[in-house]
């Protein structure tokens, strides 16, 4: 949800949007005896919902409906509080003020405020109906005293679903001992535009790792039943849709994608949560999608979430979403179109500083408004209610809420996801972690070392541990710790309260000049440089008016940062950094000098315990960046799951990230291998399965993420290069070895078809597993149809004369010929490299025949893909496809100077050029001749479009020498 605090002043209570929905009726009403007994049927728990919810419609006026479905009138709130803490007027003082960085409403006092309104509503009001508190959750409770995780980039960066599902339950336990009802939480965009300030909100870049997480993180919330007990809370699934990519990366612009793109993309993790986690809200969007407001958009609100996924939930607005329709969108003449528009396109509910929907009465009156529209509306948050259980027990333990809030288990479990959130980006000749026996004194240097942290949509926790604070709790007597600021990034107040300031500026970097000698001097007294760098609450966050800004054109350091780190490595001494930050960025400079880097995006209120321990070895870290680093804003949009024919690189330049999706370090070592798919052909609708050995081979117990890419070969419509469709974290002991099992199931191989049907085409299919989207070994998966068709055309490639007898080359002739084809030197230099390679008859041969071919070459370093040796290409011309599918493999037989060399099979279809990598295998040339035998399983092919064969050198640069004699397609 969006909150202006440029409107403070007629700000209302985020968590008591929907609790003065019903105080209009409690001022019309509050005098008036109740018209209903305790034997009302929508008074029986028993009853299911939807009858409930008839028979109290059915009692409701126009007015009582009205204030359902909106905001209300602050002013309205009463109270029955039998412990005196509240009056009226204070409890309206105190909700009313909630919307502020210094708010303190403890845990205690929350729980008998929200218990002395719901007292007052269920008790004076003429029906009984109890109030939904909603307010904050993105990662914790947004009030006093609450617990502070990870921000959500942190929380997708564990790669952990079950653990977010733990912190969830604990934020909806917390949540709930206060009296909320509902959170606006998760944020399920798809961050696709990192200069988007509130990137640091969403859980990555990946839909199917949002939607992971996301699911988590609603069940965790709302607990795993339909009907949601006290100790959980209602989840909203935000911002619906398109949010995470808008145009040039400025918050609430448009995302004027596709309905391909959008289906892919952006709408996976909403699916998710409405068909899996069973969310109860949803909340609409700012932005526009191919012209039509998403707070309008019948397609999106009606047709997709509540026709096709069958959404039975209510909708609610975005803070003052329906009056941009008039102010912003212009496609509402007034603040009446606009809500009926919001109202005829599925919007259940208002959050607005002025409600919109409270002109609704008067537009039912007038024939404007249909009352069978308010009535669905109305039924939709009444069965919330019940569904809540509101009617049924209304109150809670103040007791309680001050035990769990931050309480013991949950600071622990706060820790716990501090620790797996941690990225280890370089560990440059194991310099992590620190040996403290070694270490005389430790600098702390960085505008973000000494002050909590903890990213935007915070309060104050009550407690929190600094970079600087766990250091120096960690280190003790043992070292000396000198702290050096370095420098300031920005004009506003420290920590979570910069998220609230208005008109920040940047602070001028030539006064920083005196903090940063400071730095250095502190650098040059010690042994190790720990340099907090990044951004802060003040510079990433959600832009909601121009006099707040949190949106940028450039990803780089801020004001005199990159002058700090320079001036600090210069010194010579080893430089590790830690970037707080809610956003990748493209630290080019310290990805280059530093000797370590750690991304802790924000680390909740233990992140200063959990980087030390990562430090000095206490703990290993584990985590994977949930996001796409690039070396500049230039190359946005940098995410990896991209289109194939986006494979230009920029000139003088590069498009490789700087650190890829999926990608993180270990203080251990470990090693993929056996990758197998079984069975190697299905039908569609079929499973199977894929299966990894990770083993451990480093000397420390550690956390590893297998990950599970796909790729469609040939589709009717273009698909990504790859994406991600599964992934699992585990923890390895030194030595250990452990086969990750995968299902391979129809879902992951639909595609949206060129007739936007959702299917699964016929087709191979590349299955890549490894530690990093830009690591993985790949098998392939072939689905066939029904009539064994595989999507691939009938070959009309010619079947070559002189094939017929299997033989290629047996050289016995002192000839470099053969059969069919032809033998050529091939290298690099045909594609612009520097390397060279000559074959020649030697003799004798293998198994004492004639004569053999001898390769001998040099590869040098300078071309893109360092290579060469032989190739040998079948056709009447070089590179002419051929078809032999008649045939089942190759052998040959080789010797030489004991190098590795591969042989490899290009066809018109993986030739290298399309982005598709030719078949490979390796092979030994030792001193003795060895046969050799693969099929063309080794290769991924049939030999229907076979091109070439190379037997060749891609080792590093240096000279090789060896032969190959007898080779055989048969």
């Not at 619906?240 to 995302?255: I, K, L, M, S, W």
């Not at 993790?269 to 526009?288: D, K, L, R």
């Not at 980006?425 to 194991?430: C, F, I, T, V, Y």
């Not at 070292?479 to 001028?508: Q, S």
Request: charged share 20%; with cysteine; hydrophobic share 40%.
């Amino acid at each position: 949800m969006t909150l202006c605090a440029h409107k403070l002043s007629s700000r209302l209570l985020p968590a008591l949007l929907l609790a003065s929905s019903a105080f209009t009726s409690t001022a019309l009403c509050q005098n008036n005896p109740a018209d209903t007994t305790s034997t009302a049927p929508y008074k029986n728990a028993a009853l299911p919902v939807p009858d409930r919810v008839a028979d109290l419609l059915s009692r409701m006026t126009l007015e009582e409906k009205i204030d359902q479905i909106n905001w209300g009138w602050l002013q309205k709130v009463d109270v029955v509080d039998p412990t005196n803490t509240y009056t009226a007027e204070s409890a309206r003082k105190a909700l009313g003020a909630e919307w502020g960085g210094d708010i303190q409403l403890t845990p205690r006092n929350a729980a008998i405020l929200r218990n002395a309104v719901q007292r007052y509503q269920l008790e004076k009001t003429r029906l009984g109906i109890p109030v939904i508190f909603p307010g904050e959750a993105l990662h914790g409770y947004m009030e006093y005293g609450a617990t502070s995780f990870p921000q959500a980039l942190g929380l997708a960066s564990t790669f952990d679903p079950a653990l977010v599902k733990r912190i969830f339950t604990a934020i909806g336990d917390e949540a709930g001992s206060r009296g909320s009802g509902q959170v606006f939480s998760p944020v399920l965009d798809i961050a696709r535009d990192p200069r988007w300030g509130r990137t640091e909100e969403t859980l990555g870049e990946d839909p199917y790792l949002v939607s992971r997480m996301g699911v988590a993180a609603i069940t965790g919330l709302q607990g795993d039943t339909y009907l949601i007990d006290r100790h959980h809370v209602l989840a909203t699934a935000k911002h619906f849709a398109v949010h995470g990519a808008p145009e040039g990366g400025t918050n609430t612009a448009p995302g004027n994608y596709s309905e391909r793109v959008i289906r892919d993309n952006f709408l996976v993790p909403f699916q998710a949560a409405v068909q899996e986690a069973h969310v109860g809200s949803v909340m609409a969007c700012y932005n526009e999608i191919d012209g039509v407001p998403c707070h309008a958009n019948h397609w999106l609100l009606d047709k997709v979430l509540r026709q096709e996924w069958g959404f039975d939930g209510y909708i609610s607005s975005d803070d003052n979403g329906i009056q941009m329709l008039m102010d912003t969108h212009h496609t509402a003449h007034d603040m009446n179109d606009a809500a009926r528009q919001a109202l005829d396109a599925g919007v259940d509910f208002d959050v607005s500083d002025v409600p919109v929907y409270a002109r609704l009465g008067d537009q039912v009156k007038a024939g404007a408004v249909s009352i069978a529209q308010v009535d669905r509306a109305v039924s939709r948050i009444l069965a919330t209610k019940f569904r809540l259980g509101l009617f049924d027990h209304p109150y809670v333990d103040p007791d309680y809420a001050e035990r769990i809030n931050n309480g013991p288990e949950h600071r622990q479990l706060a820790l716990e996801a501090a620790r797996k959130s941690l990225v280890l980006l370089k560990n440059d000749k194991n310099i992590l972690p620190l040996d403290l026996a070694k270490l005389k004194a430790i600098a702390v240097i960085g505008p973000n070392a000494a002050d909590l942290h903890i990213g935007g949509y915070s309060r104050d926790p009550g407690f929190g541990i600094s970079v600087l604070d766990g250091i120096k709790a960690r280190v003790g007597d043992k070292a000396k710790v000198l702290y050096e600021k370095g420098c300031k990034i920005t004009t506003a107040p420290e920590g979570f309260r910069g998220w609230w300031a208005d008109n920040v500026e940047l602070v001028d970097t030539a006064s920083q000049a005196g903090s940063i000698k400071a730095a250095v001097d502190a650098a040059r007294k010690s042994d190790v440089a720990i340099v907090v760098v990044g951004e802060n609450e003040s510079t990433n966050r959600e832009a909601w008016s121009e006099g707040h800004r949190g949106d940028r054109d450039s990803l780089d350091l801020l004001g005199a940062q990159n002058d700090l780190v320079k001036a600090v490595v210069e010194t010579g001494k080893p430089v590790i950094v830690l970037l707080i930050n809610g956003r990748p960025l493209s630290v080019n400079y310290i990805a280059e000098h530093a000797a370590a880097i750690f991304e802790g995006w924000y680390m909740g209120e233990m992140g200063g315990q959990a980087f030390a321990e990562a430090v000095f070895g206490d703990i290993n870290p584990g985590g994977k960046l949930p996001i796409t680093f690039p070396r500049t804003v230039g190359a946005l949009p940098d995410f990896y799951n991209h289109k194939p024919s986006d494979n230009r690189s920029y000139e003088f330049s590069t498009r490789k990230p700087l650190f890829a999706f999926g990608s993180g370090l270990s203080y251990t070592t470990f090693k993929f291998d056996n990758l197998k798919v079984e069975p190697q052909q299905i039908l569609p609708g079929a499973t199977a399965k894929v299966t990894v050995d990770i083993t451990n081979t480093g000397s420390r117990e550690g956390d590893e993420v297998a990950e599970l890419y796909l790729h469609q070969r040939v589709a009717s419509v273009t698909q990504p290069v790859m994406k991600l469709t599964r992934f699992e974290r585990l923890t390895l002991k030194p030595g250990e070895k452990r086969t990750v099992e995968f299902s391979v199931t129809p879902d992951m191989l639909k595609i949206w078809d060129i007739n936007m049907h959702h299917v699964i085409e016929p087709g191979v299919f590349n299955l890549m597993v490894g530690p990093s989207s830009d690591d993985t070994k790949t098998v392939k998966l072939t689905v066939a149809g029904l009539n064994g068709e595989t999507g691939k055309p009938i070959s009309t490639a010619p079947i070559p004369s002189n094939s017929e007898s299997g033989i290629v080359s047996t050289f016995d002739d002192g000839k470099v010929a053969a059969n069919y084809g032809m033998w050529i030197a091939a290298g690099d230099s045909m594609n612009g490299g520097k390397s060279k390679s000559s074959i020649a008859i030697v003799e004798p041969g293998a198994q004492a025949s004639k004569g053999a071919l001898q390769i001998k070459g040099e590869n040098i370093e300078g071309g893109p893909f360092i290579f060469s040796g032989a190739l040998y290409t079948p056709g009447a011309t070089p590179m002419q496809p051929v078809n032999l599918s008649s045939k089942k493999g190759i052998s040959f037989w080789a010797k030489g100077d004991g190098g590795t060399y591969t042989v490899l099979f290009l066809t018109e279809s993986r030739s290298g050029q399309s982005g598709e990598i030719p078949g490979m295998t390796t092979f030994v040339a030792g001193a003795e001749w060895k046969q050799y035998t693969f099929p063309f399983s080794t290769f991924e092919t049939d030999g229907s479009d076979l091109t070439g064969i190379g037997f060749i050198c891609i080792t590093d640069p240096g000279k090789f020498q060896f032969a190959i004699d007898q080779v055989e397609i048969k």
